[in-house]
């Protein structure tokens, strides 16, 4: 369908950001005058000159952000427009600019005692910067000196080097097979793979995923290489740095205590028996003799999806979230009311689904509906990102407005959960209802235990590396087969291709990102909770984290909303959720 077929109401208004193309081109070359902070060089030793720097630097960063997010929204609306491609390209460049011009800000404050950046932290003419500066305080010691910083700023093309040969293996010269599908030969892709495998055919998921496997295989070697170059990248960095190790890097530019990703894998290790009970129901429920890797896909409901309209799903959602107040409802209205939202798949659009806001802006979301039950959630998960953005943007000033990638995935999540439980509790039909209990109990499956299990494949490749052990195929695919045993157990048949999973999953090359998914459910599961069961108090405390941005460490941030992350009874009640779950779906005939 053509962009120009879709009522205007269904997409987003991209005016609300700048008026027209030439309006947005008269504003890109302001900027280009701007960017010039040479005359803050080597003043950055008082809280009045700091405080100066930061400002003209936070001004000219919101108006670019303005710039590139009209560019970004028209891009995505056509893919292959090469006048948007410009355009995005364009303000590229200014930030790629701005961050060589400032690159000497911080090195300069580091190099205050750590004594002196504290005492700056409190200062009260530089409270819109406490946190930032408390951080940087600890930061301190990693820092190195403004011409070895700019060395290492230098690094981050080279060293992305193995991601994107993983992105060209994997997109472009992966030589995927042929398979017989709907009546035809045609290539499978990734894509089609994954719509084989939650398809009814149980021996053509077998033989997907064997076909599928064996083009990996082909190249196991040289993706081996490749991840291996991924992990020494992160080992360079630490050492330089002098981190301990590359998990406490990564948890350290978070601002996590390493209790959160310790309670996290114990806590999902513990509970490996409730996984293997609800892999043995499965079995059962597909009437499998042997129930491979490759049916871990396939739903165990049929014929119960809701397919809505995209009014009536937006309806729907408004019902299922009304435990979060009024302010909330009236948010969402507002956003669909007045085009934040672009709403249908057209030609050249960009596929998928996401929210984009910044500051000064109301946020965005792009989604590509359909009518199916997936398709719903999604918008109740954009939607949490967007209001979440929303909420740290009006409440915070620019310094602490963006949350950091911690909590990412919270609102949204927490939106699902709501919505799932009001779909729960207000259907009568069974059917539809263990259709639900299993959607949540494979998002639980997906998000917390199989993120998890990711998490633990980086930790001891990493550990295996940094103890001066090189990784190969044989020991990654050996450690990966090793834990696709623990976490699913012996009602599986552990295909031995199973073993070369790890060689295809794009989050890798972004070290330590997928725990972070795994303490967002358990966190959406814990905060949704507390909301239906006491009501405005938990609202009010739950807006107070919607609200916090980065104004302090992300788990204290959680703590407010009732998900404390360092503690083990907080993962313990999304175990008794899923064991819940699965009782309950035993339980309808």
């Known amino acids: 369908m053509q962009r120009s077929e879709i009522e205007t109401r269904y997409k987003w208004n991209t005016n609300d950001v ?6 947005w081109e008269k504003a890109l070359a302001t900027l280009e005058n701007k960017i010039d902070f040479e005359k803050f060089r080597g003043t950055l030793n008082s809280a009045e000159n700091i405080l100066a720097y930061y400002e003209a630097e936070g001004k000219l960063e919101i108006e670019l952000l303005r710039v590139y997010l009209y560019a970004h929204l028209h891009h995505d609306e056509d893919v292959g427009n090469t006048k948007y491609n410009s355009y995005l390209a364009k303000v590229i460049n200014l930030f790629t600019k701005l961050g060589a011009a400032t690159a000497f800000a911080t090195p300069e404050i580091s190099a205050l005692s750590e004594k002196e950046i504290v005492a700056l932290s409190k200062n009260p003419i530089l409270k819109d910067y406490d946190y930032m500066l408390a951080r940087l305080a600890a930061e301190k010691k990693y820092i190195l000196s403004e011409k070895e910083e700019k060395i290492l700023a230098q690094t981050a093309e080279p060293m992305s080097a193995a991601y994107d040969a ?13 398979i017989e599908f709907d009546g035809k030969k045609t290539k499978l892709t990734h894509g089609l793979y994954s719509l084989i495998l939650s398809g009814a055919d149980c021996k053509k998921r077998a033989e ?7 083009a990996y295989r082909k190249i196991i070697g040289t993706l081996s290489t490749t991840y291996y170059g991924n992990v020494k990248k992160d080992i360079f960095y630490k050492n330089v740095r002098g981190f301990r190790s590359c998990l406490d890097m990564a ?11 310790e309670n996290l894998v114990k806590c999902v290790n513990a509970s490996a028996p409730i996984m293997h009970r609800y892999m043995a129901v499965r079995k059962k429920t597909l009437g499998l003799k042997e129930m491979h890797c490759y049916d871990l896909h396939v739903p165990l409901v049929k014929d119960a999806e809701l397919r809505l309209e995209f009014d ?10 009304s435990p979060l107040g009024e302010e909330y409802l009236g948010l969402l209205k507002k956003g669909k009311e007045e085009r934040w939202i672009d709403v249908y798949e057209t030609e050249g659009k960009r596929n998928g689904a996401y929210s984009v806001g910044v500051y000064g802006q109301h946020p965005f979301v792009l989604l590509n509906y359909q009518k199916t039950t997936f398709e719903i959630f999604a918008i109740a998960h954009e939607m949490g990102h967007a209001l979440h953005s929303y909420f740290s ?14 909590v990412a995935e919270v609102a949204s999540t927490v939106n699902e959960v709501l919505l799932l439980k009001y779909l729960l509790k207000t259907s009568e039909d069974k059917n539809f209802k263990k259709y639900l209990l299993n959607y949540f109990m494979d998002m639980i499956r997906t998000t917390l235990f199989r993120q998890t299990q990711f998490a633990e494949f980086e930790e001891r490749a990493h550990a295996m590396a940094e103890s001066g052990e090189p990784l190969n195929k044989d020991n990654l695919s050996a450690l990966y087969y090793e834990l696709n045993k623990k976490y699913y157990g012996d009602a599986v048949t552990h295909d031995q291709d199973i073993e070369i999973e790890w060689a295809r999953i794009p989050h890798f090359y972004n070290s330590f990102y997928v725990y972070k998914y795994a303490t967002g459910i358990t966190s959406a599961v814990c905060i949704a909770n507390r909301i239906l069961s006491e009501g405005e108090k938990a609202v009010k405390e739950y807006f107070k984290f919607l609200s916090g941005g980065s104004s302090t460490d992300p788990v204290s941030l959680l703590k407010i909303a009732g998900a404390d992350l360092t503690k083990k009874q907080t993962y313990e009640v999304v175990m008794k959720e899923f064991e819940a779950a699965l009782n309950e779906f035993e339980s309808i005939s």
């Open 312 to 321: 009536d799903a937006f309806e729907l959602i408004l019902k299922g979230l």
């Open 208 to 214: 997907a995923f064997k076909l599928y496997y064996s």
């Open 393 to 406: 943007n009006k409440n915070q000033p620019f310094a602490k407005a963006e949350y950091k990638i911690f």
């Open 251 to 261: 948890l350290f530019e978070e601002d996590v205590d390493r209790s959160v990703y």
């Open 18 to 23: 700048f008026e027209n193309d030439e309006a």
């Open 166 to 178: 993983f992105e060209m293996l994997d997109n472009a010269e992966l030589d995927l097979p042929e």
